[in-house]
């Protein structure tokens, strides 16, 4: 098949193996400038020397943009006022990543004067959906390269034979046991020996959180102050969303708090295990839902509740950009202005447990909620109450021969 003409590609680059060969295959197959472009959403190491890497690999041009800050303020926390949690665990750390590495991408395009965008995700996966879902909303004349489902090359022993015949500087050999995807979020895990849902993870493994066995033998007690839906405070001390994210991932990771080890359903159709290290979003997550506990109407509460799965599910799926993620998001921020206050919580050997809540905007009455003697609630209106609820019941009951 004849390759479209292109006169500039900007390629979403890691370092990595894939995308030091797809860096190369492009300039071999297109014949024109690449720009290697990355986003530092909290890689830590892994983006030492990549200009390096980049431009001995070929790359007519490099962007590293820092969008740490940008990442958990404008996605992450916007994503947890939601409570969004993928098939009931998966709080979406590489999910919530690719929107935001798109959009710095495309504005890369334009400052480039670019026509095409390139990534390294597979055919397989769920990452081609989330870009190209994003470049195509941003600019529906984008041209789209994805290698891996266009090339004749099938397998990472191919990639590394392709890196040495054309000497591109990789590291990376065949027998890497397992593939990893880190941000400030979360890291996650899957591929070789995980491929097997029976086999437990090494425990060498996990980088951001300890062994809940080997954590500390005392309890951690931390206080997050949350304002208009979003942490703002941790133990009193004023933080940047980055900042505050970063401390707690620290905290709860030396806690062992943050584990989950899945299986889900891929929106491209297949199952795939995967394990995943939250520290500091686990914790957030609990947090909110003790707060919302304390500050949300009932019927919002539940409302709310009802939109998670469906909230995340656009996520997972790559919609960031859509108009009915908007729409949700439009009603969840209504929801979160009341979501103010603190909460008390005790970090232990992977838990999370919270032991206190309050908040100046407390829908909790004390005088309606005692048990002890009160003036305010007619406990003698509750009979009316019950039997109008019980009125269908009753009439049904009637209908089926019921005395």
């Given at each position: 098949m004849k390759?479209?003409?292109?006169?500039?590609?900007?390629?979403?680059?890691?370092?990595?193996?894939?995308?030091s060969v797809i860096l190369r295959w492009l300039l071999d197959t297109y014949h024109c400038p690449v720009t290697a472009f990355v986003a530092d959403l909290g890689q830590g190491e892994e983006l030492d020397n990549l200009e390096d890497k980049a431009r001995a690999t070929g790359a007519d041009s490099f962007h590293l943009f820092d969008l740490r800050e940008e990442f958990v303020?404008?996605?992450v926390f916007p994503m947890f006022r939601a409570n969004a949690l993928?098939?009931?665990?998966?709080?979406?750390?590489?999910?919530?990543?690719?929107?935001?590495?798109?959009?710095?991408?495309m504005d890369v395009v334009k400052s480039e004067s670019a026509?095409?965008?390139?990534?390294?995700?597979?055919?397989?996966?769920?990452?081609?959906?989330?870009?190209?879902?994003a470049y195509l909303a941003m600019d529906p004349g984008i041209t789209v390269i994805a290698p891996w489902?266009?090339?004749d090359m099938r397998s990472r022993?191919?990639?590394?034979?392709?890196?040495r015949e054309k000497g591109i500087p990789v590291t990376s050999t065949a027998e890497k046991p397992y593939s990893m995807d880190r941000n400030i979020l979360h890291l996650s895990f899957e591929g070789g020996i995980l491929e097997d849902p029976w086999a437990e993870p090494p425990k060498e493994m996990f980088l951001l959180t300890v062994d809940p066995r080997d954590a500390p033998d005392v309890p951690e007690e931390i206080v997050i102050t949350f304002d208009s839906g979003d942490p703002v405070k941790v133990d009193g001390t004023s933080m940047s969303p980055g900042e505050l994210l970063a401390h707690l991932n620290v905290t709860a990771g030396r806690n062992g708090v943050g584990r989950v080890d899945l299986v889900e359903n891929r929106y491209v159709g297949m199952k795939s295990r995967g394990v995943y290290e939250t520290p500091g979003g686990t914790v957030l997550y609990h947090a909110r839902r003790a707060l919302e506990s304390l500050t949300l109407d009932r019927e919002v509460m539940h409302l709310k509740d009802e939109w998670i799965p469906?909230?995340?599910?656009?996520?997972?799926?790559?919609?960031?950009?859509?108009?009915?993620r908007e729409m949700l998001q439009a009603a969840v921020d209504e929801a979160a202005r009341g979501v103010t206050g603190e909460v008390r919580l005790k970090l232990y050997k992977g838990?999370?447990?919270?032991?206190?809540?309050?908040?100046?905007?407390?829908?909790?009455?004390?005088?309606?909620?005692?048990?002890?003697?009160?003036?305010?609630y007619s406990q003698a209106d509750a009979e009316g109450f019950i039997r109008l609820n019980a009125l269908r019941l009753r009439i049904r009951s009637l209908m089926q021969g019921g005395r």
């Amino acid at each position: 098949m004849k390759e479209k003409k292109v006169n500039r590609i900007v390629l979403a680059y890691s370092g990595g193996l894939d995308t030091s060969v797809i860096l190369r295959w492009l300039l071999d197959t297109y014949h024109c400038p690449v720009t290697a472009f990355v986003a530092d959403l909290g890689q830590g190491e892994e983006l030492d020397n990549l200009e390096d890497k980049a431009r001995a690999t070929g790359a007519d041009s490099f962007h590293l943009f820092d969008l740490r800050e940008e990442f958990v303020r404008d996605y992450v926390f916007p994503m947890f006022r939601a409570n969004a949690l993928y098939e009931g665990y998966y709080l979406l750390g590489t999910s919530i990543a690719r929107p935001c590495i798109a959009k710095a991408q495309m504005d890369v395009v334009k400052s480039e004067s670019a026509d095409a965008v390139s990534h390294g995700a597979t055919g397989k996966g769920n990452d081609q959906v989330r870009f190209e879902l994003a470049y195509l909303a941003m600019d529906p004349g984008i041209t789209v390269i994805a290698p891996w489902r266009t090339w004749d090359m099938r397998s990472r022993s191919d990639l590394i034979r392709y890196a040495r015949e054309k000497g591109i500087p990789v590291t990376s050999t065949a027998e890497k046991p397992y593939s990893m995807d880190r941000n400030i979020l979360h890291l996650s895990f899957e591929g070789g020996i995980l491929e097997d849902p029976w086999a437990e993870p090494p425990k060498e493994m996990f980088l951001l959180t300890v062994d809940p066995r080997d954590a500390p033998d005392v309890p951690e007690e931390i206080v997050i102050t949350f304002d208009s839906g979003d942490p703002v405070k941790v133990d009193g001390t004023s933080m940047s969303p980055g900042e505050l994210l970063a401390h707690l991932n620290v905290t709860a990771g030396r806690n062992g708090v943050g584990r989950v080890d899945l299986v889900e359903n891929r929106y491209v159709g297949m199952k795939s295990r995967g394990v995943y290290e939250t520290p500091g979003g686990t914790v957030l997550y609990h947090a909110r839902r003790a707060l919302e506990s304390l500050t949300l109407d009932r019927e919002v509460m539940h409302l709310k509740d009802e939109w998670i799965p469906r909230y995340a599910t656009l996520v997972y799926n790559g919609l960031w950009f859509s108009p009915e993620r908007e729409m949700l998001q439009a009603a969840v921020d209504e929801a979160a202005r009341g979501v103010t206050g603190e909460v008390r919580l005790k970090l232990y050997k992977g838990n999370v447990t919270v032991t206190g809540r309050r908040s100046e905007r407390s829908l909790y009455d004390e005088r309606f909620a005692t048990f002890e003697e009160d003036r305010v609630y007619s406990q003698a209106d509750a009979e009316g109450f019950i039997r109008l609820n019980a009125l269908r019941l009753r009439i049904r009951s009637l209908m089926q021969g019921g005395r």
